[in-house]
């Protein structure tokens, strides 16, 4: 799987939009863009993924650029219950059963009131 | 529709103890994948079952080892227990027909070796 870079922290406004950055620059042309959180003391949600198109759902947006080398998550309107440490993983997805999440250190981003 | 869970939710063992922690799959699940978590860092894979057996193994030593039972529910066993196995445990399950493999993480059994 494709290595990612991402900032190891961010600060964001409540209510505000809330820009997360992804670099994967050497992402091959079969591997989706996924973002997990883990708010503390959980385990990681899931909350994205995408393969090359803009995706939303109604947690997030995410933005992958035209040649693939970075993303951004956007969480619309951020709220105190959004701080969590943020992971954007480049994985291959073949169905299946046999696949891994290979998490970095993600970025931690604190919504402040 | 039930979660992940797993038990206990704390340990703690002193070093060279054998421990065994406990997973129940979301309803439905026939995968289950196992993750350790340490201090300040992302989620590292251990291995995976599917249909009772390892599907998969990251960089971990032969010490930890895994059941899946047929209900799908996993046990993580780890012998000869080490200060550096201290962390955060997550077993997470998927279902193997979803071509995404979304996986739904429990929250997790916090192991202290002292």
């Known amino acids: 799987d494709a290595k990612t870079t991402q900032p190891p922290s961010m600060d964001c406004a409540e209510g505000r939009a809330a820009n997360l950055p992804c670099n994967h620059s050497?992402?091959?042309?079969?591997?989706?863009v996924y973002w997990y959180r883990q708010i503390h003391s959980q385990g990681p949600q899931y909350i994205i993924h995408g393969l090359k198109n803009n995706e939303t759902n109604e947690m997030a947006s995410l933005i992958i650029t035209e040649d693939r080398k970075s993303s951004t998550l956007i969480l619309p309107h951020a709220t105190l219950r959004d701080t969590a440490v943020y992971y954007c993983i480049v994985r291959v997805v073949s169905g299946g059963s046999n696949y891994k999440l290979t998490f970095g250190k993600g970025t931690l981003l604190t919504v402040n009131p | 529709e039930t979660g992940v869970t797993q038990s206990p939710t704390h340990l703690i063992k002193t070093r060279g103890q054998q421990v065994t922690l406990r997973c129940s799959s979301q309803?439905?699940?026939?995968?289950v994948s196992w993750y350790q978590q340490a201090l300040g860092q992302g989620p590292q894979f251990i291995f995976q079952y599917y249909r009772e057996e390892e599907n998969g193994r990251g960089n971990f030593p032969p010490r930890f080892s895994g059941l899946q039972f047929p209900n799908y529910s996993s046990e993580l066993n780890v012998n000869a227990l080490e200060l550096d196995d201290s962390a955060l445990y997550l077993c997470a399950s998927s279902l193997s027909s979803d071509r995404y493999n979304e996986q739904f993480f429990g929250p997790g059994t916090r192991l202290t070796v002292l």
């Open positions: 050497t992402i091959s042309g079969n591997e989706y």
């Open positions: 309803s439905g699940h026939n995968t």
